[in-house]
């Protein structure tokens, strides 16, 4: 029985001889409604209380994973430091004695040749080794406001030789004029690398490798996207590829697990080492291929000019407005 009946039944009743007036009635029936009405209230707020410990407990769920991942990393990281010096030291003498040995022998004969192969896994060997020490040490970013804009750049011209080999069509996916100039509280030189290493590896994903033909030219488009979202900004790079295997996105940060023939398998590791370092979170999806983003704290200050740079065209461009029409 609701409210209303409530009160329709405490008319009836005293209106068949109840000494009480008909004033007193209507209090009654109004405190009756009132309680209903507390009620109903209490029960959303409790409804929206259980919706709020339900989604805090969700979040907390997901900082203590991201706290066991750092910890897990931390603890290997020191582990494979200690193992790649002592590879370094006699890798540098077997290097070095190859590089001997390939000058005393004749020039284009079968043991020079053999030298040369020798040396030449030598520094495949040390880039490797240089890979482990490089995801081993320890990270103190220098922070300081950096242009969304000029992470993609860079990373863009560094790889520029192998996205063109592999005929990758580079988009730059909805950037309002005020998102190509989101500025992010971080290390100019550290953020370039993490971004570095996932357009990497999505030029990869779409390029195969020797054995796999990887997705058709035409089909093979790198999407760049930037927006700003609760106090962060969010840095995209989706592929065409063949997207990950729903098993393998849990794992894919671990240091050294890869699908691929090739590779260490510390790229991935390394960017998920800088962004946790600046506070930050890598999330990925499938959507028509791999989808990767880096939630990074966007900065209070204004972007200043003379933040650092590793050379003269990226300190001039630091608060420049960045070009967002798509490149080819």
């Given at each position: 029985?609701?409210?209303?009946?409530?009160?329709?039944?405490?008319?009836?009743?005293?209106?068949?001889?109840?000494?009480?007036?008909?004033?007193?009635?209507?209090?009654?029936?109004?405190?009756?409604?009132?309680?209903?009405?507390?009620?109903?209230?209490?029960?959303?707020?409790?409804?929206?209380?259980?919706?709020?410990?339900?989604?805090?407990?969700?979040?907390?769920?997901?900082?203590?994973?991201?706290?066991?991942?750092?910890?897990?990393?931390?603890?290997?990281?020191?582990?494979?430091?200690?193992?790649?010096?002592?590879?370094?030291?006699?890798?540098?003498?077997?290097?070095?004695y190859?590089?001997?040995?390939?000058?005393?022998?004749?020039?284009?004969?079968?043991?020079?040749?053999?030298?040369?192969?020798?040396?030449?896994?030598?520094?495949?060997?040390?880039?490797?080794?240089?890979?482990?020490?490089?995801?081993?040490?320890?990270?103190?970013?220098?922070?300081?406001?950096?242009l969304?804009?000029?992470?993609?750049?860079?990373?863009?011209?560094?790889?520029?030789?192998?996205?063109?080999?592999?005929?990758?069509?580079?988009?730059?996916?909805?950037?309002?004029?005020?998102?190509?100039?989101?500025?992010?509280?971080?290390?100019?030189?550290?953020?370039?690398?993490?971004?570095?290493?996932?357009?990497?590896?999505?030029?990869?994903?779409?390029?195969?490798?020797e054995?796999?033909?990887?997705?058709?030219?035409?089909?093979?488009?790198?999407?760049?996207?930037?927006?700003?979202?609760?106090?962060?900004?969010?840095?995209?790079?989706?592929?065409?590829?063949?997207?990950?295997?729903?098993?393998?996105?849990?794992r894919?940060?671990?240091?050294?697990?890869?699908?691929?023939?090739?590779?260490?398998?510390?790229?991935?590791?390394?960017?998920?080492?800088?962004?946790?370092?600046?506070?930050?979170?890598?999330?990925?999806?499938?959507?028509g291929?791999?989808?990767?983003?880096?939630?990074?704290?966007?900065?209070?200050a204004?972007?200043?000019?003379?933040?650092?740079?590793?050379?003269?065209?990226?300190?001039?461009?630091?608060?420049?407005?960045?070009?967002?029409?798509?490149?080819?």
């Amino acid at each position: 029985m609701n409210g209303e009946d409530q009160s329709q039944l405490m008319t009836s009743t005293l209106s068949r001889g109840a000494p009480i007036a008909t004033d007193r009635v209507d209090e009654l029936a109004e405190i009756i409604t009132a309680y209903n009405q507390v009620t109903e209230k209490l029960q959303h707020s409790h409804e929206l209380l259980q919706a709020e410990v339900q989604r805090l407990q969700k979040e907390l769920a997901g900082a203590n994973v991201q706290l066991q991942r750092a910890r897990r990393l931390a603890a290997l990281g020191e582990m494979a430091a200690g193992i790649a010096h002592e590879i370094r030291n006699p890798l540098g003498g077997i290097g070095l004695y190859a590089r001997m040995l390939r000058e005393d022998l004749p020039e284009g004969s079968d043991q020079q040749q053999m030298a040369t192969r020798i040396a030449e896994a030598v520094r495949a060997l040390d880039a490797i080794v240089g890979d482990v020490l490089h995801f081993s040490r320890e990270l103190k970013p220098r922070k300081a406001p950096v242009l969304a804009g000029i992470l993609f750049d860079r990373a863009l011209a560094a790889h520029r030789p192998n996205i063109d080999a592999t005929g990758v069509r580079v988009r730059r996916d909805g950037w309002a004029e005020g998102d190509a100039r989101l500025a992010i509280d971080g290390d100019v030189d550290l953020l370039g690398q993490a971004v570095l290493n996932v357009v990497r590896n999505a030029v990869e994903a779409m390029a195969g490798e020797e054995g796999c033909a990887g997705v058709p030219v035409e089909q093979r488009e790198l999407h760049l996207g930037v927006r700003g979202e609760a106090g962060q900004v969010v840095l995209s790079v989706a592929d065409r590829g063949p997207g990950i295997a729903e098993q393998n996105i849990d794992r894919l940060f671990n240091p050294f697990f890869t699908t691929r023939q090739t590779g260490t398998g510390l790229g991935l590791a390394i960017v998920h080492r800088i962004v946790d370092a600046h506070g930050g979170t890598v999330t990925v999806h499938n959507d028509g291929g791999a989808v990767f983003e880096l939630w990074l704290p966007a900065a209070e200050a204004e972007c200043d000019p003379a933040i650092r740079g590793d050379d003269e065209i990226t300190t001039a461009r630091q608060c420049e407005t960045v070009e967002i029409g798509s490149s080819e």
